[in-house]
């Protein structure tokens, strides 16, 4: 049986292996997928000695996605400028490939939602690893502007001028956001990890401004119950870009593209 398995530490809480059984389910195709804790100098001989042993793919985790990046051989172009590789697995002639399906699995999400981006004002906050593994998948869908808001500026900036060729992207702090025009926010920070919302001023959330936050959670996350708060109306949590991410994986490595919303669907009964 072909094996696969995801790497992170943490890794108990992933439900990575529950999205791929349902996968290859869809497909009836029989594969073997594990959760493996990696100690965190272990990494690059955890992923050797899986390979060598015969596995056939890698999902990357925190906090390995720029280690996993640093040993890819080959990556996609999404995953060069991502920085991060979430998506291992071997080319016929042997080389480690990497990709970052994270972006298109919250691209997707969007999507399948009806939230089109195209000629939209998009927001991000945060500009750390989570919101540079998806910003090229966004500007892809041709937005008026993404509009990166951070509490350190200057990791803004670099993001700003690194995904500059690829569309019109903007940095700001979190308080130059009062009065702009906003049709998207999006949460990349790690703040509610902290128990802490990002400082948004409250004049920026509207009714008509769409709320997705890139961490899952069924009871919906603080920084959505605060906006909700603000007169948000249209709010969704990561599930459907975790989902996402996973599909495009398995697409990768299965050459079948799996249905993501019964898998949505499902988790969300759990
Ligand atoms: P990740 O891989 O989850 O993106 P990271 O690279 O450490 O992790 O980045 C965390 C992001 O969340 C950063 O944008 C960070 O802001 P700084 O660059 O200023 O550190 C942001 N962040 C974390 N806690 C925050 C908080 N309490 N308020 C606002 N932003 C926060």
Same mark, same amino acid.
């Given at each position: 049986?072909?094996?696969?398995?995801?790497?992170?530490?943490?890794?108990?809480?992933?439900?990575?292996?529950?999205? #791929?059984?349902?996968?290859?389910?869809?497909?009836?195709?029989?594969?073997?997928?594990?959760?493996?804790?990696?100690?965190?100098? +272990?990494?690059?001989?955890?992923?050797?000695?899986?390979?060598?042993?015969?596995?056939?793919? $890698? =999902? %990357?985790?925190?906090?390995?996605?720029?280690?996993?990046?640093?040993?890819?051989?080959?990556?996609?172009?999404?995953?060069?400028?991502? +920085?991060?590789?979430?998506?291992?697995?071997?080319?016929?002639?042997?080389?480690?490939?990497?990709? =970052?399906?994270?972006?298109?699995?919250?691209?997707?999400?969007?999507?399948?939602?009806?939230?089109?981006?195209?000629?939209?004002?998009?927001?991000?906050?945060?500009?750390?690893?989570?919101?540079?593994?998806?910003? $090229?998948?966004?500007?892809?869908?041709?937005?008026?502007?993404?509009?990166?808001?951070?509490?350190?500026?200057?990791?803004?900036?670099?993001?700003?001028?690194?995904?500059?060729? &690829? +569309?019109?992207?903007?940095?700001?702090?979190?308080?130059?956001?009062?009065?702009?025009?906003?049709?998207?926010?999006?949460?990349?920070?790690?703040?509610?990890?902290?128990?802490?919302?990002?400082?948004?001023?409250?004049?920026? %959330? #509207?009714?008509?401004?769409?709320? &997705?936050?890139?961490? &899952?959670? =069924?009871?919906?996350?603080?920084?959505?119950?605060?906006?909700?708060?603000?007169?948000?109306?249209?709010?969704?949590?990561?599930?459907?870009?975790?989902?996402?991410?996973?599909?495009?994986?398995?697409? %990768?490595?299965?050459?079948?593209?799996?249905?993501?919303?019964?898998?949505?669907?499902? $988790?969300?009964?759990?």
């Amino acid at each position: 049986m072909d094996r696969y398995s995801v790497f992170g530490n943490p890794i108990a809480h992933s439900l990575s292996p529950q999205i #791929h059984q349902q996968f290859a389910a869809q497909c009836q195709q029989d594969i073997a997928y594990s959760k493996s804790l990696i100690e965190l100098d +272990g990494f690059e001989a955890a992923v050797n000695e899986f390979f060598a042993a015969g596995g056939k793919g $890698l =999902n %990357i985790t925190v906090p390995f996605k720029q280690e996993a990046w640093t040993l890819a051989e080959q990556r996609t172009q999404r995953a060069e400028l991502a +920085g991060a590789v979430n998506t291992l697995w071997m080319s016929e002639d042997g080389k480690l490939c990497g990709d =970052n399906t994270d972006g298109a699995g919250l691209v997707n999400d969007l999507l399948a939602n009806n939230w089109l981006l195209k000629n939209k004002n998009v927001v991000m906050l945060g500009a750390g690893g989570a919101a540079r593994g998806v910003i $090229l998948p966004l500007l892809e869908q041709a937005p008026a502007r993404l509009l990166v808001a951070n509490r350190t500026l200057v990791r803004a900036h670099e993001l700003q001028t690194l995904f500059a060729p &690829y +569309g019109p992207i903007e940095a700001c702090e979190f308080k130059e956001l009062g009065g702009q025009k906003v049709d998207l926010i999006i949460n990349a920070t790690s703040a509610s990890l902290g128990g802490e919302l990002p400082p948004v001023p409250t004049d920026v %959330i #509207h009714e008509n401004c769409r709320v &997705y936050d890139m961490v &899952y959670a =069924n009871q919906g996350t603080p920084f959505m119950h605060w906006c909700q708060q603000q007169g948000a109306r249209e709010l969704l949590d990561g599930l459907g870009m975790l989902v996402g991410q996973a599909a495009e994986s398995f697409a %990768i490595w299965r050459t079948f593209r799996p249905a993501v919303q019964p898998v949505i669907d499902e $988790l969300r009964r759990l």
